[in-house]
């Protein structure tokens, strides 16, 4: 929900607090392997959501979260 290149609005039932460090794996419909990111740090979270953000990302794991908002851009404007 929300994804930017920067960050990400998640929805989950797991306890987790502002502060702490994750890594996050995006499957992604259409292709073969995940979009990583490698570090992540929550930024807040409430009522089963939580905001993230994007601390370490791989540069081919960027340019594939890149290519997969301007998708989904189009998607939207199109």
Partial sequence: ??????????KTDSL??????VHLR???SGETSPICIER????????GELGVGFITV?????ERLG????????GLTG
């Fill in 67 to 74: 290519q997969l908002l301007e998708r989904l851009k189009q």
């Fill in 16 to 21: 987790v607090y502002s502060g702490m460090q």
């Fill in 40 to 47: 992540a740090a929550v930024r807040w979270s409430r009522e």
């Fill in 58 to 62: 791989a540069s081919p794991h960027q």
């Fill in 26 to 28: 995006f499957d992604v």
């Fill in 1 to 10: 929900m929300n994804l930017s290149k920067s960050g990400c609005r998640v």
